[in-house]
C-alpha cells in the first residue's frame, strides 16, 4: 500500500480505474432501473397536484352556490307570495355571480290564484365568462315560467323525496333557457317547508355545465391530459367527447378482459373512493388519478397519457450514447487532471520561489498530505517560508512597535506644549484681569494721597469711592470664582453641602440686590409663580452664587434692556430662568461654553469661569443648568433643581 501512494504511475492508473469504472456502472444501472419509477412517480403526484387544485376550485364555485340558496331560502318561506318569490330568485342571482339561474318553484295551490304551477326562474343572460376590460356586465331576466308538469323533474323530486338538499345534473330537453351547451344543467336543489313543516317548493341554483367544463380545464398537466366525471352510475357529466354526455358511462363498450383496469377503476370512481391507476382507454396507456366531489355522489378524474408522462423516458437512447461520449470525454480528463495534480505543486513552488526571491515575501505556501518526494518537498519550502515570516514578523513588529512609541512622544510633546501654552495664557490673563483693578484702586488710593491738602469736591470722592468699590468687589469676584475653580472646592461643594430651608422669592431679591451693586443702572425685571413662603431644601450659597454668575453674564453681554428673572414649579422641580436679549451665544460657541478657562473673545474682561461654575453649581445640588436653544432674541438660561421638602 505504501509502493502504491509513492509511485506516481500507480497513483495515475488506480485513480483511472476507481474513477472511469464505477462511473460507467453506476450511472447506466441508475438510468434504466430508477428512471421510469421516478418519472412515473413525479407524474402521480404532478397529476395529484393538479387534480386537487381543480376539485378545490370546482368545490369553492359549488360551496358559493350552496352558501348563496342556503342563505336566502328561509326568506322564501317567510314571505312566501308569488311576488317576494320572483324578488328572491332575482335576488339570489344577482348577488351569487357563480349562478346561471335560479328557480323557486313552488307545489300545487300554494298560490291559489295561479293554480297548480307556480315556478319563477331568474336568468343571467350575456355571460361571457370574461375579466379585465373585455367583461360585459350580466344581464338577469325573471319570470313565471310556463306551466309544465315540473313535479317529476329530477331536480324537484329528489330533494322532495329525499327531503334533504341535493345536487343533481340533468339535461334540459327543451333546452328552452338557451343557457348552456345542449342545455346540461347541474343544480343545487333544497326542499322548502312553511312554519307548520310542510313541504311547499323546491329552490334549485343551476350551474352550466359549460361553466363547470372551463372551471375545470383551466390546468392540465400534460399537453393531451384531459378531465373527465362521473356520476355513481358512471355516466359522463364531464368529458372532452361531447357525445359521451348523459348517454355513455364508463362501463360501456368495455371488455372485461381486455380493459379490466378501467372497468375497476370505474367502480373505485363510483363508489367515492380516492386513487390512481394505470388503465388502457381507447388503446392508449394512461395514467388516472381520482378522487370524489364533496357534498355529492360525483367523481372526478385526470387522464394523462402514458406517451406524454414517459415522453422524456422514450429519448433515453440518446441520453445514453450523450453519457457515452461525456464519459469517455470524462476519462481524458480525469487522466490529465491526475497527471497535473501529480505535478502541479512543483509549477506552484517554482512561481512562488521565484516570487520570495524577488522581495514578495507575502507569499503562501500551504502544507500537503502527500507522502511522496513531491509532498515531502512542498512541506519542506512551507517550512522554511514559515521560519522567513516569523524572523521578518519580528522585525516589523519591533520595528512598527518603535514607530509607535516615536508617535506618542510626538504626541506628548505637542500636548506638553500645548500645556505649556495655554498656562501661559491662563496666567497671562488671570494677571491682567486682576491688575486691571488693582492698578484702578492704587491710581485712585494715590490720587486721594496725593490731594491730602486740597481736599476733594463732594461729587469727585464719590465717584472715586464708587470705582474703587466697584473693582474691589470685581477683583473679590475674581478672586472667589478662581478659589472656586480648584480642586479643593469643588471637593467641599461636592463632599459636604450644607442643606437649609431655602426660601425662594428671598434668593432671587438677593440675586437682583447683588446686581445692582455691580450694574445699578440695569433694569432687571423679576417675575414669581411662588408664594412668598416658599421654601425648599438646598444650599442657599451656592444658588446665590449660581444665580448671580446668570445675571452678571446677562447685564455685562446683553443690551442691558430685558433682563429678567423668574421663578416657578415644573412638576418635582423649581425652576429659575435667566433671560436677556441681545447677540446671544452663536451656535458654534455653544459646545464650549461651559467648559473652564474657555473665552468666545480672547480680548473679553473674564476668565471664563462664570458659567462652567453656576453649572457644576447646579449639578452639585441634584439639578443641572441648560441654555434654551429654541430661544433666539438673547440668551435664556434654566436652572431646573430638586423640589425637596423638610
Known amino acids: 500500500m505504501i509502493s502504491i501512494r ?37 407524474a402521480v403526484n404532478r397529476a395529484n397536484s393538479v387534480l386537487s387544485t381543480t376539485m378545490q376550485r370546482v368545490y369553492r364555485n359549488m360551496l358559493t352556490i350552496e352558501m348563496g340558496t342556503n342563505a336566502n331560502s328561509w326568506l322564501v318561506t317567510r314571505h312566501l307570495n308569488p311576488d317576494s318569490v320572483l324578488e328572491l330568485s332575482n335576488r339570489i342571482v344577482r348577488l351569487n355571480p357563480h349562478m346561471d339561474g335560479c328557480s323557486i318553484s313552488m307545489e300545487p295551490n300554494v298560490f291559489p290564484q295561479h293554480g297548480r304551477y307556480f315556478s319563477a326562474y331568474s336568468i343571467r343572460k350575456n355571460h361571457r365568462y370574461l375579466t379585465g376590460d373585455n367583461q360585459e356586465k350580466d344581464s338577469i331576466s325573471t319570470v ?100 359521451r354526455l348523459f348517454t355513455h358511462s364508463i362501463f360501456d363498450d368495455t371488455n372485461p378482459k381486455d380493459q379490466a383496469g378501467l372497468i ?25 388519478c381520482y378522487q370524489p366531489v364533496p357534498g355529492t355522489a360525483w367523481s372526478m378524474a385526470l387522464v394523462c397519457p402514458e406517451s406524454d408522462v414517459l415522453a422524456g423516458y422514450q429519448q433515453q437512447t440518446y441520453i445514453v450514447i450523450a453519457l457515452l461520449i461525456i464519459g469517455l470525454a470524462v ?34 505556501i500551504p502544507r500537503s498530505n502527500r507522502i511522496d518526494a513531491v509532498g515531502r518537498l512542498q512541506n519542506s519550502f512551507a517550512a ?32 506638553a506644549e500645548e500645556s505649556d501654552r495655554q498656562k501661559t495664557a491662563f496666567i497671562q490673563n488671570v494677571t491682567h484681569q486682576i491688575r486691571t483693578p488693582l492698578n484702578i484702586i492704587m491710581g485712585f488710593a494715590q490720587v486721594l494721597r496725593d490731594s491730602a491738602s486740597t481736599q476733594p469736591s463732594e461729587d469727585d470722592m464719590k465717584s472715586i469711592t ?66 412668598d413662603n416658599f421654601c425648599f431644601q438646598s444650599n442657599h450659597l451656592y444658588i446665590m452664587r449660581c444665580l448671580r454668575e446668570l445675571l452678571y453674564n446677562a447685564a455685562k453681554y446683553s443690551d442691558g434692556k430685558n433682563v429678567s428673572l423668574s421663578v416657578s414649579v415644573v412638576g418635582d422641580r423649581i425652576r429659575f430662568i435667566v433671560q436677556d436679549t441681545g447677540k446671544g451665544i452663536a451656535e458654534s ?34 439639578g443641572d443648568l441648560t441654555l434654551d436653544e429654541n430661544y433666539h432674541d438673547g440668551c435664556r438660561f434654566i436652572v431646573d433643581l430638586p423640589l425637596r421638602k423638610a
Not at 347541474?186 to 317548493?201: H, Q, R, T
Request: glycine share 6%.
Open 589 to 622: 460657541d455653544r459646545e464650549l461654553m461651559f467648559k473652564f478657562f474657555t473665552k468666545v473673545d480672547d480680548l473679553s474682561e473674564g476668565l471664563g469661569l462664570g458659567l462652567p461654575l453656576a453649572k457644576r453649581h447646579a449639578q452639585n445640588l441634584g
Open 331 to 364: 476519462i481524458l480528463l480525469l487522466c490529465r487532471r491526475a497527471v497535473a495534480r501529480a505535478i502541479g505543486p512543483l509549477h506552484e513552488l517554482l512561481k512562488k520561489t521565484r516570487s520570495i526571491a524577488e522581495g514578495n515575501m507575502e507569499v503562501h
Open 384 to 415: 522554511m517560508l514559515e521560519s522567513l515570516n516569523f524572523h521578518m514578523g519580528s522585525v516589523r513588529y519591533t520595528s512598527e512597535q518603535t514607530q509607535h512609541r516615536n508617535e506618542e512622544l510626538v504626541v506628548a510633546t505637542r500636548l
Open 6 to 42: 509513492k509511485s506516481l504511475s500507480n497513483k495515475l492508473s488506480l485513480s483511472i480505474i476507481l474513477l472511469s469504472v464505477p462511473t460507467f456502472v453506476i450511472a447506466l444501472g441508475v438510468l434504466f432501473s430508477q428512471s421510469r419509477h421516478i418519472i412515473r412517480k413525479e
Open 144 to 243: 313565471v315560467e310556463e306551466q309544465y308538469e315540473y313535479f317529476d323533474k329530477i331536480w324537484y323530486s329528489m330533494p322532495r323525496d329525499e327531503n334533504r338538499p341535493c345536487w343533481v345534473v340533468y339535461f334540459d330537453e327543451c333546452d328552452s333557457l338557451a343557457l348552456t351547451l345542449d342545455g346540461m344543467l347541474a343544480s343545487y336543489s333544497k326542499p322548502l317547508y312553511n312554519d307548520d313543516g310542510e313541504f311547499v317548493g323546491v329552490i334549485s341554483s343551476d350551474l352550466s355545465l359549460l361553466r363547470l367544463s372551463k372551471v375545470i380545464n383551466q390546468e392540465k398537466p400534460y399537453p393531451n391530459s384531459y378531465f373527465m366525471m362521473i356520476d355513481e352510475s358512471g355516466n359522463y357529466y364531464v368529458h372532452p367527447d361531447s357525445s
Open 264 to 288: 375497476a377503476m370505474g367502480h373505485e370512481m363510483t363508489a367515492g373512493k380516492q386513487g390512481s391507476m394505470a388503465v388502457d382507454i381507447n388503446g392508449k396507456s394512461c395514467l388516472v
Open 466 to 531: 464708587k470705582t474703587m468699590d466697584h473693582n474691589a468687589k470685581l477683583l473679590y469676584r475674581l478672586v472667589s470664582m478662581l478659589f472656586d475653580s480648584s480642586d479643593a472646592a469643588f471637593t467641599e461643594e461636592l463632599n459636604s453641602p450644607q442643606m437649609d430651608m431655602v426660601p425662594c422669592n428671598e434668593v432671587g431679591r438677593e440675586t437682583l440686590h447683588y446686581l445692582k451693586e455691580h450694574y445699578p443702572d440695569v433694569p432687571v425685571t423679576y417675575h414669581s409663580e411662588v408664594d
